[in-house]
DNA sequence: CACTTTACTCTATCTGTCAAAGTATTTTTG
DNA sequence: CAAAAATACTTTGACAGATAGAGTAAAGTG
């Protein structure tokens, strides 16, 4: 299981990726980070919430009340405009980020 | 310029990977990552010695004073049997993130 | 000899993560 | 159908790591 410190400064990239290929509502994002990563990594609710928290006052999100079918009312989020741009730049910061560890963690 | 929380979580890797090279000083090791990472990182002094204090705590570095000409009074660290075992978790750890958020932020 | 560079230290503050506990509804199961 | 499990979100308080900022001190430079 990866730690978060690992993740950490591109947390809101991924999230905002998710997003980005449609509206999502938090326990989905969980599970459906948890899924693709191949159980490797799994965010903690506190975390994420806090997360959506942080996105929304920057508007890089919007949020809306879904149904209640399935158990608890869900928050779906969807990502603005500026998010979108965001999420540009925080993939190539995470190229970046790549290229400069990598010069010194060989990957031998 | 890379934030210091994109990095976050690598940089124990990245000042292990440095002193496994050769026994280094603090400013020679801000300046060592400044110039190898192109100019694109700079590790603030405030953190650097931050990260000293961490590693020597944790048994993997040593530190011993050394001499007074250049300015101010060096103190070398030297990488531990135990600092050399953690880096190569540490790489393991890099790999496995690259792996990981690659999934969520494709390289396209 | 004033200025810059080298070299390290300390403190206070900020940000992000997260354990823990709680609320509420729906679905599953014996 | 009642109990248990799963779904779904919220809040609070604590902690770790990064860092601005200020300070100390010695050596090199014009």
Redesign the interface.
Known sequence: M??S??????LD??IL??LSEKDRYGYEISKE?FA???E??QIKEATLYAVFQRLEKKELIESYSGNVSHGGKRRYYRITKLGRAYLLQ??E?????????D???A??
Chains 1, 2 share one sequence.
């Open positions: 990866i730690s410190d690992l993740i950490r400064g591109h990239a991924i990726k998710l980070i693709r990563s191949q490797q990594f925080g993939i910061e995470w190229k970046l980020t790549k290229r400069v560890i010069i010194f963690i990957e031998a």
